[in-house]
């Protein structure tokens, strides 16, 4: 469950074919990366990015949570700021990430976790294996500067978030699967 999420679409007169007309908001969750949309109290003074509470407790902006949403329903202008605000939130958990490369395993004798990143490949992944070996990385400057060839290593989550939020990949590392409903379609 998500306690915060960043803004990334304000509808001040909410969906353009909703049958109730409410300013709304589109969310990414800060811990899980969840797509969420919200209504908002009548007060509360919305800006792109924000983070705002939604959780149970403490909610001064977000009046009613709506629920998830799959990437798909987001506005043309969400889907544009997402990019960014995936990689605020990766450098606001910058800890998180680092420690996934310093900690990351093989899935199978064939596969490694870090496999699944885009732009690691072989090379970069066995530098990355052996650096760590010899001390843990502390930082994405430390990566960088100790696997040069791996150019933005904020950039691969970046890619890997948005691949899973579209739901183009098998193995979710960082979000949680697309919701699917338990008896099929109705």
Same mark, same amino acid.
């Given at each position: 469950?998500? /306690? ?23 969310l ?6 969840? =797509? ?10 919305i ?25 798909e329903?987001?506005?043309?202008g969400?889907?544009?700021? =997402? ?30 976790? =870090? /496999? ?14 052996r ?10 400057? /430390? ?8 150019? /933005? ?34």
């Amino acid at each position: 469950m998500e /306690d915060y999420a960043w803004v990334i679409e304000y509808m001040p007169s909410g969906h353009a074919d909703a049958l109730r007309r409410e300013p709304a908001v589109q969310l990414l969750g800060t811990r899980f990366f969840t =797509l969420l949309e919200a209504t908002i109290t009548p007060s509360a003074n919305i800006v792109m990015g924000q983070k705002v509470c939604v959780g149970k407790e403490g909610r001064k902006e977000v009046s009613h949570i709506k629920g998830r949403i799959k990437y798909e329903e987001l506005t043309g202008g969400a889907r544009e700021f =997402l990019p960014a605000m995936i990689k605020k939130a990766i450098a606001e958990r910058e800890s998180d990430f680092v420690g996934f490369i310093n900690t990351a395993k093989p899935i199978s004798i064939r596969v490694h976790t =870090l /496999d699944l990143l885009p732009g690691i490949g072989k090379k970069n992944m066995e530098s990355i294996l052996r650096e760590r070996d010899v001390k843990p990385f502390e930082s994405f400057v /430390d990566i960088h500067t100790r696997v040069p060839t791996l150019a /933005d290593p904020i950039g691969v989550f970046v890619h890997r978030i948005m691949s899973e939020l579209e739901g183009k990949e098998k193995y979710y590392l960082f979000t949680k699967p697309p919701f699917v409903p338990r008896f099929g379609p109705r």
